[in-house]
């Protein structure tokens, strides 16, 4: 089946009335989650998760996607109007979101802001079909040795670049992958770690870490933070208009933006986030209007609002080619997957296409949603960021306790989600990743299976399973470069002080 053949098939079947409910659901729940403090989109998708079970795969699959895209929009529009970012990537939307705010723009900027999520949702699209031919021969070639690199070096890239030094992502990431060791193990079918507790025989639930770690964790910080949120202005319909001049230089950043955030969505890494900084980088040093950035410029919310929407696009990507997520909420619908028996990975577009095309095909549709429900819906959301916090903490916490409870039906996943809570507060608090911990969590039992399968196949030899193929060395050697270049950094600022001393 050919790339248009297969989008039209996948549409076809995206547009039937279960898939259309689900990214519908999807859409709104995570414009809603992300609206919420205390919400994000691991801990709206682990809430969620336990109703797509049961139905067919594509239903969770296509509810997660939409909620990871709705949140984008949700936590930029907090930026926008409160200057108060939803999470890492909405920090830049306050750079230029807030200040066009101030200016008496915030309405064009909430429209400048969902028409590039719209067109770079487009875009992005349309260079998934236009890759998947190329990536989908190069995953064919991928045997244990390669998806051992990609899993372990992905995860230490992402140690490296999730936090603030080496160690602030490293020390989760630890913490994940042996969380991952937890249960029964696949290779000699024995318990591991569970000291006697048999509800841990399936391991530790990656739902209930996730609540525990973004949702519960953040809702400490409400409640013991003194800031107050200030009040939203309210909007009139004509305010949401932008001039011609605006959407005129908007365009340009729109299409770099794109372009911009879908590479950062291929590889390991918060990608928005640093789609959204790159994106705003570019902008200052290629924009006609690069002086009035800070102060209020369109370009500023245009191109990394677009680089952010793109970027989730890109980063879906290794997720149905390769079966690798290198995101928590991405971790989330690898698990609505494997739960229900479908094997991610490069076949999974041979085996199941109806599943592959409908989830790419209802990308688009959730995207269409959008745009139709957040500008008119804007005076909805605006009542929902100031619901009172005495209302909100209590329902978020019996939200989160009913999800976590309804996956397994263990009372054991109760008390992981208070103890991942506590811990994930800590955590955060020292400027720790928790996202580390919860891919290590997920990647941890991909890492041993792989590891196993390759000294198996190898006889034993590490060095050769590293060297298997070209592919293998060259994630390895990616991964070196990654790991290594802040250390080479001070070497090479030495050698250049001392070569200027000595033409001086």
Do not use: C
């Not at 053949?5 to 409910?21: D, H, R």
């Not at 064009?108 to 992005?124: E, Q, R, V, Y």
């Not at 391991?203 to 800031?227: H, N, P, R």
């Not at 990647?443 to 050769?464: H, N």
């Amino acid at each position: 089946m050919g790339t248009i053949e297969g989008f039209l098939y996948g549409l076809e079947l995206a547009v039937s009335p279960e898939l259309l409910l689900a990214a519908f659901v999807g859409a709104l729940a995570g414009t809603l989650i992300g609206i919420l403090p205390g919400l994000g989109p691991v801990a709206g998708a682990a809430l969620l998760l336990p109703l797509t079970f049961a139905y067919e795969p594509a239903v969770g699959m296509i509810m997660i996607a939409g909620i990871y895209i709705g949140t984008q929009f949700a936590g930029s529009m907090t930026s926008i109007l409160l200057n108060m970012p939803g999470d890492a990537q909405s920090v830049v939307a306050t750079f230029d979101g807030h200040p066009m705010m101030k200016n008496g723009r915030g309405g064009a900027a909430l429209t400048i802001m969902t028409l590039g999520s719209f067109i770079s949702g487009l875009i992005g699209l349309g260079i998934v079909l236009l890759v998947l031919p190329a990536v989908t021969g190069v995953a064919m070639r991928f045997g244990p040795a390669e998806f051992f690199a990609l899993t372990a070096g992905g995860l230490l890239v992402l140690a490296r670049i999730s936090g603030g030094s080496l160690g602030s992502g490293l020390l989760p990431m630890i913490i994940g992958v042996a969380l991952a060791t937890v249960g029964l193990d696949v290779n000699t079918s024995t318990n591991r770690f569970t000291f006697g507790q048999v509800d841990l025989t399936l391991g530790v639930a990656l739902a209930s870490v996730a609540v525990g770690l973004y949702g519960l964790s953040e809702l400490m910080f409400m409640l013991t933070g003194d800031a107050k949120r200030p009040k939203p202005k309210r909007f009139r319909m004509r305010e949401l208009i932008p001039t011609k001049e605006e959407l005129g230089r908007s365009i340009t950043p729109w299409g770099r933006g794109s372009l911009i955030g879908f590479g950062f969505g291929l590889i390991p890494g918060p990608a928005a986030a640093l789609s959204t900084f790159g994106s705003y980088k570019v902008e200052q040093s290629v924009s006609k209007h690069r002086k009035k950035l800070g102060t209020g410029a369109v370009e500023g919310v245009a191109g990394p609002e677009a680089a952010n929407s793109s970027a989730t696009i890109g980063s879906i990507v290794p997720v149905l080619m390769l079966g690798i997520p290198f995101s928590a909420t991405l971790a989330l619908m690898i698990s609505a997957m494997t739960v229900q028996g479908v094997q991610p990975g490069p076949l999974l577009a041979t085996q199941r296409p109806d599943l592959f095309w409908s989830v790419i095909a209802s990308i688009l549709i959730a995207n269409v949603m959008l745009l139709l429900l957040n500008l008119p819906l804007i005076g909805v959301w605006i009542k929902l960021i100031m619901t009172p916090m005495r209302y909100m903490v209590p329902f978020i916490v019996i939200i989160a306790s009913i999800g976590a409870y309804s996956i397994n039906s263990n009372f054991i996943d109760l008390h992981i989600v208070l103890i991942a809570g506590v811990f994930g507060y800590f955590l955060r608090l020292l400027d720790f990743s928790p996202a580390s911990l919860l891919v290590g969590l997920v990647l941890g039992s991909m890492i041993e299976r792989y590891f196993v399968q390759g000294m198996v196949t190898y006889r034993g030899d590490i060095w050769a399973m590293i060297g298997a193929s070209g592919i293998s060395i060259t994630i390895w050697a990616l991964v070196a470069i990654v790991l290594f270049a802040g250390l080479l950094k001070p070497v090479w600022t030495t050698v250049k002080r001392r070569t200027r001393e000595r033409v001086s």
